[in-house]
């Protein structure tokens, strides 16, 4: 299999790119799929290798999904025979712990193994199985065999207040509440609009969902049939790595279709870069080189505030900058895999230490005292890249690196494509529209 790109950079990328659907949400609006009475059509979800896995982990269960247009995916879970997630599927496929909710609605109790660490760090569940006990189910954890046990005695009920949010979290305890005899409240939850996505979609088919600043609340619901096609929102992480892309190469692109309110952070700080935005119509926007890069210094946070997904991409577009700029990543402890491949290319970045005061307040996961982090780094910019041979650690890491080969001169190979392809559709193509010689090797 090909799983490498050839790339030649040094171009100005121009033209138009048509986002796919979420990521973040396919994979939660198929999980939710398999609670339904009926058969479910989902549009716009996008044919990626994360997608796919999850799809082939479905129909390992017994479930129908299949693809009836190129976007359109039908699903029947009339058949859904077992309540065992197989093992290879636990690490491979990140959200296969979400199949805990599907999996006790439909046999009251299931085995899913640990997801285990990823390559963007820990990635433990602690508060996401600590949401489950206090909403009443029983859950006991193997080390020996890796897998969870999970069991409904009585009907989820009650509040779960999460100690920091959790994006996954609060979609899979809301899903939990759906089987609810009274309420389930969950405080303190994560805010990202892929969240509200599902809300849109669960309530759409009967669910009785409300969401305050800060809370959700699940009222008991009916048995969830859809009532027509529920088309899923647009990738926002694509649109910043493409725009991102786009001004770092000195190029001019438009995007769409994109709801304004789903980036607002991202547009702001566009903005304070310099680089020239433009809303051409509701739903489109223009990106371009305007005079210069200004350096800006980011931290991430979770919505509204600039998403540790964007922060790769910002790392791109500060490599063009006409000074440094810091990034200081607050959510993941391990989101800098590019910084080593990109100083490959000639790329100017360092490790900073900086004291954080109450950083077990101020990190969004869990913080070791006595452990050493890197959370932040700082990029020189104006950098003269040059080809070299770059290897894709995790999907954001890997777009950043695809994007920096298109702006270094020669030829670039990027290694572990599939990594990146499993976040984002058709990458070639949309790359090959703009201008860029990027191709399968
Ligand atoms: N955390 C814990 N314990 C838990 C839950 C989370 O320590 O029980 C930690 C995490 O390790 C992390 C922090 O809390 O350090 C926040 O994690 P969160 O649970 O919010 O992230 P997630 O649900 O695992 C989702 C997206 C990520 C996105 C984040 C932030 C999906 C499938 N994944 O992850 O997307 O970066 O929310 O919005 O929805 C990506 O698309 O490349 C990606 C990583």
Redesign the pocket.
Known sequence: MNDSYLIKGGKPLKGEVILSGA??VA??TIIASLMFESDVILKNIPQINDVLDLIELIKSLGVKADFIEKNTLKINSSNLKSNRVNLQYGCKI??SFMLFAPLLHRFGECFVPNPGGCR??????????NGLITLGIKVDYDSETGYYHAKIVNKPKGTYRFE??????TELLMMIGLMTDEKVEIDNI?N?P?IDDLILYLNSAGANITEEKNKITVNKSPLLKQKEAFTIMSDR?ELVTYATLAVASGGDIEISPIDESLITSFLEIMVRAGAGVKKISENKFRFYYGNGIKPVNIETS??PGF???WQPSWAILMLKADGSAVIHER???NRFSYVEELRKIGAKIDFIDTKVENPDLFY???FEKGRSYKQIIKIQGMAELHNAILNIA???AGAALACAALLANGETIVNNASILER?YENFVEKIRKLGGEIKKV
């Open positions: 990521k973040n994979l939660k990140r959200v963007i760090g820990a990635r433990p569940i602690d508060r996401i199985i920091k949010p959790s994006h996954t979290g994560a990202e892929e992480n979770p919505h998403m540790t997904d959510v993941f402890e969004h996961f869990n995790d999907l954001r976040g």
